[in-house]
Each structure stands twice: as structure tokens, then as C-alpha cells.
């Protein structure tokens, strides 16, 4: 993955104490993983909604801790406790930027759930706003889905060449409607950045890994057309995408190609990733969990079966065990003992294509990322 900035003056032996901003699902997921690390602790919650910090509570006492959270109601009675070591930020995504912003003016360490923020423009503050912190603090992106054991397998194979020059990767999720969240909040594009930033940054994330190049035109096409559509909350119907098809053309002439829909639960694998190169061909599938290798030399249909398990994940949860994994790697990057595997940038290029899909749809055509300001001159993680 990316980048090597370790927190190499973080204490070692003593306790990891985090705090969690946003206790509904995601966050309780995030509860859960860090209690199955060893020598971690969740010692603060903050959410002003009350449902969700007695689910976080009962989250971090059910698991066994001997002492209960001190849970608030905001971020910056969080920080002013001087509770925790490390914060995750897994709020709605309408409130990442100024939370982020509050974390990152604190010493603390930080993971924040994807997508990074709802705009490029909001990205790029907090991407700027990173860079002017102390050294040795770790900020981490919350992209799991590369950990997940079939898709970090592909990735491993295609670092060591198996393909050889990666020309297309095309990835499929078929899968369930969105889940209702607080207050509906994830039904309405002001609030989430649109589908396509909201869950297709993963995707688009792990496009930017396979290619390694630097995405330059998108090309989109969707809608809403089955889910929601009966749905009103305060007289307002929901609007966000169900399906959609985009096409990103990157300045090396790869190409990726997403495959989106929402109303699809009769599939047997939720997500699809294929990668080909002018050597060979590498699928991934979730949560068959099985990974297929063929190279071209080796003639036509003849391919590889794997079924990939990983014996370190220690909860499994929502995504496969990807998102322990994902809190493995922070805890080591925090103790000095591992790099930054996914970084700010890798979450701003990921929204950026997103955002650019969707105005694709809007505007009937395709959209250059010269033609986002925030963009211009700025490179890859890699």
C-alpha cells in the first residue's frame, strides 16, 4: 500500500486509550475492532444522539472493560477531556471536514472512516490541514477494503508482477440497499456526497492502487431507479443513486471500469474485482473469498483457483475482517512499528472521482479532473 511515516515516539508498552466520534453502526464497528487488539482500550465516545452512545457503551462494557466510556456529546468535549491517544472519526460524512479539522488541531492520532470529506475542495482543506501537524502523528484513512483477504491477495499479486503491466481493472458490487441510518442522514446526496462518493470511494481507492497511475477523465452513467422511491422523510424523497456504470481513464492509458447496483442481493458475491494486464489476469471475489490467477502463457482457460483465509483476524464483523485488519495496521503505525498503509491523498483521489461521476450524470458527458482546482499539481501517495 503507501507511504512509510511511522509514530516512532509513541509509548509501546502502555495501553493504546481510544476515543470514537460517531457511535451509530459503523462506529460501533469500530468499537468492536479495537477491543479485539491487544493493548487497546476505548476510554471516550462522543455523539449527541442518545441511542448511540448507550450502544457504544454497551459496546465497550459487554466486551469486558473494567471501566466505562466517558461519553459527550461533541468532539471538542472529547479532545478537552484528554481522554484518549487516538480518535476515530465515524460521524455522517457531511461532518468530517470540520471534525477532522478539530481532531487534527489536537496532537492526537486519527483514523477517519471513509469518504474522506463530502467535496474536493473540503479534501483538499484537511489534506493541507494534515500536513502542518506534528511529526510522528499518525492520520489514517479509513479504506478497508483492501484488507479484505481475496482483494489484499489480488493486490499482492499484482506487486509481484503476476499480470504484468496492469492495463484494465473492472470491479462489481452487487449487493443490498442502502441501511437506515440516524435520522436518515445517508438518503439525501447533501448530506452523503452522492452514492458514488459515499460507497464507491472503496472501489475507486482500489482502482488508483492497481493502475498506480494518476486518474485524468471520468465518464459516468446512472440513476435511482428501484430504492427509496416510496420512501419521504419531512416531505422529501430520497435521492440517491441505485446503480450506476463509470468508466476512469488514468494518464498512463489504463482504465477502470465500476459496475454498481443496489438492488441485487440474488448474487452470490457481493463484490468483484478484475484486474488484467498484458501478462495475465487476476479476479477477487467477496465473500466467496477466492482469488483466480491465469497468465497468458500458460494458454487459454488455464487458471488457478484460491480460496484465501487469514487466521490473524480476530473479529470478523461488517466487512469481512478487513476493517481489524485496517485497525492492526494503525495500532503498528501509532507504536512505530509500521507504516502509513493508506493516507489522506489516497482518500481525496477517491472522492475526486466520485465527485467527477457524478457531474458526468448531471452534465450528460465526460468530466476532466484538470477541471477541479484543488486537484491541479497535486500527486499520487505513491
Given at each position: 500500500?503507501?507511504?512509510?511515516?511511522?509514530?516512532?515516539?509513541a509509548?509501546?508498552?502502555?495501553?493504546?486509550?481510544?476515543?470514537?466520534?460517531?457511535?451509530?453502526?459503523?462506529?460501533?464497528?469500530?468499537?468492536?475492532?479495537?477491543l479485539?487488539?491487544?493493548?487497546?482500550?476505548?476510554?471516550?465516545?462522543?455523539?449527541?444522539?442518545?441511542?448511540?452512545?448507550?450502544?457504544?457503551?454497551r459496546?465497550?462494557v459487554?466486551?469486558?472493560?473494567p471501566?466505562?466510556?466517558?461519553?459527550?456529546?461533541?468532539?471538542?468535549?472529547?479532545?478537552?477531556?484528554?481522554?484518549?491517544?487516538?480518535?476515530?472519526?465515524?460521524?455522517?460524512?457531511?461532518?468530517?471536514?470540520?471534525?477532522?479539522?478539530?481532531?487534527?488541531?489536537?496532537?492526537?492520532?486519527?483514523?477517519i472512516?471513509?469518504?474522506?470529506?463530502?467535496?474536493?475542495?473540503?479534501?483538499?482543506?484537511?489534506?493541507?490541514?494534515?500536513?502542518?501537524?506534528?511529526?510522528?502523528?499518525?492520520?489514517?484513512?479509513?479504506?478497508?477494503?483492501?484488507?479484505?483477504?481475496?482483494?489484499?491477495?489480488l493486490?499482492?499479486?499484482?506487486?509481484?508482477?503476476?499480470?504484468?503491466?496492469?492495463?484494465m481493472?473492472?470491479?462489481?458490487?452487487?449487493?443490498?440497499p442502502?441501511?437506515?441510518?440516524?435520522?436518515?442522514?445517508?438518503?439525501?446526496n447533501?448530506?452523503?456526497?452522492?452514492?458514488?462518493?459515499?460507497?464507491c470511494?472503496?472501489?475507486?481507492?482500489?482502482?488508483?492502487?492497481?493502475?498506480?497511475?494518476?486518474?485524468?477523465?471520468?465518464?459516468?452513467?446512472?440513476?435511482?431507479?428501484?430504492?427509496?422511491?416510496?420512501?419521504?422523510?419531512?416531505?422529501?424523497?430520497?435521492?440517491?443513486?441505485?446503480?450506476?456504470?463509470?468508466?476512469?481513464?488514468?494518464?498512463?492509458?489504463?482504465?477502470?471500469?465500476?459496475d454498481?447496483?443496489?438492488?441485487?442481493?440474488?448474487?452470490?458475491?457481493?463484490?468483484?474485482?478484475?484486474?488484467?494486464g498484458?501478462?495475465?489476469?487476476?479476479?477477487?471475489?467477496?465473500?466467496?473469498?477466492?482469488?483466480?490467477?491465469?497468465?497468458?502463457?500458460?494458454?487459454?482457460?488455464?487458471?488457478?483457483?484460491?480460496?484465501?483465509?487469514?487466521?490473524?483476524?480476530?473479529?470478523?464483523?461488517?466487512?469481512?475482517?478487513?476493517?481489524?485488519?485496517?485497525?492492526?495496521?494503525?495500532?503498528?503505525?501509532?507504536?512505530?512499528?509500521?507504516?502509513?498503509?493508506?493516507?489522506?491523498?489516497?482518500?481525496?483521489?477517491?472522492?475526486?472521482?466520485?465527485?467527477?461521476?457524478?457531474?458526468?450524470?448531471?452534465?450528460?458527458?465526460?468530466?476532466?479532473?484538470?477541471?477541479?482546482?484543488?486537484?491541479?499539481?497535486?500527486?499520487?501517495?505513491?
Open positions: 500500500m503507501t507511504s512509510a511515516t511511522t509514530g516512532s515516539d509509548p509501546r508498552d502502555s495501553t493504546l486509550r481510544y476515543g470514537v466520534v460517531g457511535t451509530g453502526m459503523m462506529g460501533v464497528e469500530h468499537i468492536e475492532n479495537i479485539a487488539l491487544d493493548g487497546a482500550a476505548v476510554t471516550a465516545v462522543a455523539d449527541p444522539h442518545g441511542a448511540s452512545q448507550e450502544a457504544a457503551r459496546a465497550v459487554g466486551a469486558g472493560s471501566n466505562e466510556p466517558l461519553v459527550v456529546d461533541t468532539v471538542e468535549e472529547l479532545l478537552a477531556a484528554d481522554a484518549c491517544d487516538a480518535v476515530v472519526i465515524a460521524s455522517p460524512n457531511h461532518t468530517h471536514c470540520d471534525t477532522l479539522l478539530a481532531v487534527l488541531a489536537s496532537p492526537l492520532h486519527v483514523m472512516e471513509k469518504p474522506l470529506c463530502t467535496t474536493i475542495a473540503e479534501c483538499r482543506r484537511v489534506v493541507d490541514a494534515a500536513a502542518q501537524g506534528p511529526a510522528g502523528r499518525i492520520v489514517w484513512m479509513g479504506l478497508e477494503y483492501g484488507y479484505m483477504p481475496p482483494t489484499a491477495r493486490l499482492r499479486e499484482l506487486d509481484s508482477g503476476a499480470v504484468g503491466n496492469v492495463r481493472v473492472a470491479v462489481r458490487e452487487h449487493r443490498f442502502f441501511l437506515d441510518k440516524v435520522d436518515h442522514w445517508n438518503r439525501f447533501r448530506y452523503t456526497g452522492g452514492t458514488l462518493v459515499e460507497k470511494c472503496h472501489f475507486f481507492y482500489l482502482m488508483n492502487l492497481a493502475t498506480g497511475a494518476r486518474p485524468v477523465r471520468v465518464m459516468a452513467s446512472g440513476g435511482q431507479d428501484v430504492n427509496h422511491l416510496d420512501e419521504q422523510y419531512d416531505g422529501e424523497r430520497p435521492d440517491i443513486f441505485d446503480n450506476a456504470y463509470v468508466i476512469v481513464e488514468y494518464d498512463n492509458g489504463s482504465r477502470g471500469m465500476l454498481l447496483c443496489m438492488f441485487a442481493e440474488a448474487s452470490r458475491n457481493e463484490q468483484e474485482v478484475v484486474v488484467v498484458d501478462e495475465g489476469k487476476i479476479e477477487a471475489f467477496v465473500p466467496e473469498n477466492l482469488v483466480r490467477i491465469g497468465r497468458r502463457s500458460d494458454g487459454l482457460g488455464q487458471v488457478t483457483d484460491v480460496i484465501v483465509e487469514n487466521p490473524d483476524i480476530k473479529h470478523v464483523g461488517l466487512h469481512h475482517g478487513s476493517s481489524y485488519l485496517e485497525h492492526v495496521g494503525f495500532s503498528e503505525a501509532i507504536n512505530g512499528v509500521g507504516p502509513i498503509e493508506v493516507n489522506l491523498l489516497d482518500g481525496l483521489w477517491s472522492v475526486a472521482i466520485g465527485v467527477a461521476a457524478h457531474r458526468s450524470i448531471a452534465e450528460g458527458r465526460p468530466v476532466e479532473l484538470s477541471e477541479y482546482p484543488e486537484l491541479v499539481g497535486l500527486g499520487l501517495p505513491r
